[in-house]
């Protein structure tokens, strides 16, 4: 039969979400549930003098008031984390404000109405303290952090050049605050059994959600149970346990009932990350040639004043390029705002504006085609581990992309192609993103009608996990897609990582084949060891599967057949896949290349993306449906941070002053052009056992500064700050 692998398949949860039944965090009923409504802070930095809550406890339909004035009882510290992705959090144990929007109290009620309305009633009174929110004002005191994602913050390799260079570029690019935006908002369904509880949670980790809710209450990890079979996207935010997740748990507690919280979309912008403030000097130094003498990226970036987070926006500036000497460092400045956190591709979104934007400004200096200058400075091997890639297919991403996209007939003076008065712009850019596997386990079982169920505790983010996981099981079993059902999202099930870093398919397909190869082994021993088997007494590796059956030379045993004779009600297997021997030995990334085309109004300086064409390498492709639509995610949200993304605060108060979808604009179908997606053959035999590269975060990087360029090159003005607003052009 036919491999599925590849295929684009629709998703096998397509009809589940468009008919209503993919049930979110928010959504699972349950008998007496209440609702809990946050009150947030109104201030930035201080404390709180006096709460009066009186109003809201003796409100219609209220069952209770958690608040500083009698802290819940909790079992950790909220400062302690588990993992690394884990971020300091507020439960109410102390007065102490650190940030606009910080949770000080939970009000619970039998509707959401009830407590909605209670929860104006709540009045606080504090003492402020000094708000510290000016990015530029407070960069005199950045300081170098410990690490970033696990390695020094500034790295230096090469030596200098005691060359003239024939070109430089000595540039400095800004990154807004951006806040994720998912449909579904954060939420949590919090329910107690006894001492047990179970949590449906909008979250892309159950098992990490797990650990900190059981450190944080105090209970032991086998008591609570994470439950996550849909997110609504998720975008890194949901990466991490934030306070409200904590507090439903408490707040079911307090009532002894289930309590639903469910963040409103303003609440969205403050307690539960964001990506942070970046200011990126990047210096280039090139031969006459166009190769690289010097490439410098110094990022600073903002954290809060409880905790840290640091945007790795040098990071892909030690792998791209080669160079003579490569010089990356990392900073951070305290501000009086909430915690930042993963934002789609952290670090390589942000850092790739800044670096391929520089690229582009060297290659004018130069008088070379931006595409021939990344030529010329392509990484035979990794920079700055010194290994040879897994696989790299970044050359023919550039020729592909260029062919596809007509680069050729691209005239690069500035403000030289038009269409009547509209000014047209081409730029490109450089993508890539690091290909990543985590452990991860599954567990298979053949079932008596020959179908076979597989479950791994992954979490599925709208990317497709249901579906691909389902073909890569039923190739491994010789099975039709139709004939295997792949279930998710539950502690209850063995486990696996947090849905980030583009590593799902990698960690948990490896997992679901490893399992799937394990379960077909089970049956075919039965099978030659059975007397009455066609296949009996035959070499195990003669045989092979395909069509629900075992078969070797003309002869076949189905599954379901193989289970009747052998009385057994199901078979399982279980096992688990980790990074291989290899991982140490190869530099493993995804690369891309993204070619944009803007159309500019001269006289309002308006900017519109009319064309795109990227082009990936990323292995093996599971599903070519859902791989393509996560890299036109990717591109669309490289659109939204290009020309609208942007989180502004008010730096006298500390509060973002763009708190829903009427203020901070994200891109809309009349933003959007058609994208033109290929994906570039690429076999990678050191991956990973399934030969597949993450793709869910390639497609925004480089995404951004693709469209910069393009604008110069439509306008020869040079926006060095996101989002490329008209003000910025026409000012320019």
């Known amino acids: 039969m036919d491999k599925s692998v590849g295929k684009p398949l629709d998703r096998v949860d397509g009809r589940l979400k468009v008919t209503g039944g993919a049930k979110y965090a928010a959504e699972f009923p349950q008998e007496q549930l209440a609702h809990a409504v946050l009150v947030t802070s109104t201030i930035a930095n201080g404390t709180i003098t006096r709460m009066n809550t009186a109003a809201a406890e003796k409100?219609?339909?209220?069952?209770?008031?958690?608040?500083?004035?009698?802290?819940?009882?909790?079992?950790?510290?909220?400062?302690?984390?588990?993992?690394?992705?884990?971020?300091?959090?507020?439960?109410?144990?102390?007065?102490?404000?650190?940030?606009?929007?910080?949770?000080?109290?939970?009000?619970?009620?039998?509707?959401?109405?009830?407590?909605?309305?209670?929860?104006?009633?709540?009045?606080?009174?504090?003492?402020?303290?000094?708000?510290?929110?000016?990015?530029?004002?407070?960069?005199?005191q950045a300081y170098k952090p410990t690490a970033i994602l696990g390695k020094p913050p500034d790295h230096e390799q090469?030596?200098?050049?005691?060359?003239?260079?024939?070109?430089?570029?000595?540039?400095?690019?800004?990154?807004?605050?951006?806040?994720?935006?998912?449909?579904?908002?954060?939420?949590?369904?919090?329910?107690?059994?006894?001492?047990?509880?179970?949590?449906?949670?909008?979250?892309?980790?159950?098992?990490?959600?797990?650990?900190?809710?059981?450190?944080?209450?105090?209970?032991?990890?086998?008591?609570?149970?994470?439950?996550?079979?849909?997110?609504?996207?998720?975008?890194?935010?949901?990466?991490?346990?934030?306070?409200?997740?904590?507090?439903?748990?408490l707040a079911a507690k307090a009532v002894s009932r289930p309590v639903k919280l469910v963040l409103r979309r303003d609440q969205m912008f403050g307690p539960v990350g964001y990506r942070p403030e970046t200011e990126q000097r990047v210096q280039l130094k090139a031969r006459k040639d166009g190769k690289l003498l010097l490439i410098r990226h110094e990022t600073t970036s903002s954290t809060s004043t409880f905790d840290e987070f640091a945007e790795p926006s040098s990071m892909q500036t030690r792998m791209l390029y080669a160079s003579e000497q490569i010089i990356t460092s990392h900073r951070l400045v305290r501000l009086t705002l909430g915690t930042p956190t993963f934002t789609r591709a952290p670090g390589e979104s942000t850092g790739t504006f800044?670096?391929?934007?520089?690229?582009?400004?060297?290659?004018?200096?130069?008088?070379?085609?931006?595409?021939?200058?990344?030529?010329?400075?392509?990484?035979?091997?990794?920079?700055?581990?010194?290994?040879?890639?897994?696989?790299?297919?970044?050359?023919?991403?550039?020729?592909v992309g260029?062919?596809?996209?007509?680069?050729?007939?691209?005239?690069?003076?500035?403000?030289?192609?038009?269409?009547?008065?509209?000014?047209?712009?081409?730029?490109?850019?450089?993508?890539?993103?690091?290909?990543?596997?985590?452990?991860?386990?599954?567990?298979?079982?053949?079932?008596?009608?020959?179908?076979?169920?597989?479950?791994?505790?992954?979490?599925?983010?709208?990317?497709?996990?249901?579906?691909?996981?389902?073909?890569?099981?039923?190739?491994?079993?010789?099975?039709?897609?139709?004939?295997?059902?792949?279930?998710?999202?539950?502690?209850?099930?063995?486990?696996?990582?947090?849905?980030?870093?583009?590593?799902?398919?990698?960690?948990?397909?490896s997992a679901v084949k490893a399992v799937s190869l394990a379960l077909r082994d089970k049956a075919i021993a039965l099978a030659v060891g059975d007397t009455v088997s066609p296949l009996h007494g035959l070499d195990a590796k003669q045989v092979q599967v395909d069509g629900g059956a075992l078969v070797a030379g003309g002869k076949r045993d189905s599954y379901a057949a193989l289970l009747k004779r052998q009385k057994l009600p199901s078979l399982e297997a279980q096992a688990s896949s980790g990074p291989g021997p290899d991982s140490g030995k190869y530099s493993m990334h995804s690369f891309g290349a993204q070619f944009a085309e803007v159309r500019v109004d001269p006289d309002l300086g308006e900017i519109r993306v009319s064309r795109w064409t990227g082009t990936f390498g990323g292995g093996t492709i599971l599903n070519e449906k859902t791989a393509r639509s996560q890299l036109m995610g990717g591109i669309i949200m490289g659109i939204g941070m290009a020309l609208m993304e942007e989180s502004v605060v008010d730096t006298r108060t500390g509060r973002f002053i763009t708190h829903d979808l009427a203020d901070y604009h994200v891109p809309v179908n009349p933003d959007v052009p058609d994208i033109d997606i290929t994906f570039v053959p690429e076999n990678d035999p050191y991956v990973n056992p399934i030969g597949v590269k993450g793709i869910g975060e390639i497609g925004i990087t480089g995404a951004a500064a693709a469209i910069a360029n393009a604008v110069y090159h439509a306008t020869g003005k040079r926006i060095r700050a996101l989002p490329l607003t008209l003000d910025k052009l026409l000012t320019a």
């Open 59 to 140: 409100a219609p339909g209220v069952l209770a008031v958690l608040s500083p004035e009698k802290p819940p009882k909790i079992g950790g510290d909220p400062s302690k984390k588990q993992s690394p992705v884990d971020r300091v959090v507020q439960l109410l144990q102390t007065k102490r404000v650190d940030y606009q929007h910080q949770p000080v109290a939970v009000v619970i009620a039998d509707t959401l109405e009830r407590a909605t309305h209670a929860a104006a009633l709540v009045k606080v009174q504090y003492k402020a303290g000094k708000t510290k929110a000016n990015f530029k004002a407070e960069k005199t």
């Open 158 to 249: 090469g030596k200098a050049s005691d060359e003239k260079p024939e070109a430089e570029v000595d540039a400095t690019y800004v990154t807004p605050y951006e806040h994720h935006n998912p449909m579904e908002p954060h939420a949590t369904t919090a329910v107690w059994e006894g001492d047990r509880l179970t949590v449906y949670d909008a979250t892309q980790g159950v098992f990490g959600t797990r650990a900190r809710l059981a450190a944080l209450l105090g209970i032991p990890l086998e008591n609570v149970r994470v439950i996550t079979k849909f997110v609504g996207g998720g975008f890194g935010g949901k990466g991490s346990v934030w306070s409200h997740t904590a507090l439903a748990a």
């Open 354 to 399: 800044a670096l391929e934007s520089a690229m582009d400004e060297l290659a004018y200096k130069l008088n070379l085609d931006p595409v021939e200058l990344r030529l010329k400075n392509h990484a035979d091997q990794d920079p700055e581990s010194g290994h040879p890639w897994s696989s790299k297919s970044l050359k023919e991403c550039y020729r």
């Open 402 to 509: 260029a062919e596809k996209f007509g680069w050729a007939k691209r005239n690069p003076m500035p403000g030289s192609m038009k269409d009547g008065r509209t000014l047209i712009g081409w730029g490109m850019a450089s993508a890539t993103y690091p290909a990543r596997q985590m452990k991860a386990s599954a567990k298979a079982t053949l079932l008596p009608d020959g179908t076979v169920q597989v479950v791994s505790g992954s979490q599925d983010l709208g990317t497709g996990t249901y579906t691909v996981m389902t073909q890569i099981a039923a190739d491994a079993l010789g099975l039709a897609p139709d004939k295997v059902r792949f279930d998710l999202g539950d502690t209850q099930m063995p486990e696996t990582p947090v849905s980030g870093g583009s590593w799902t398919a990698a960690s948990v397909g």
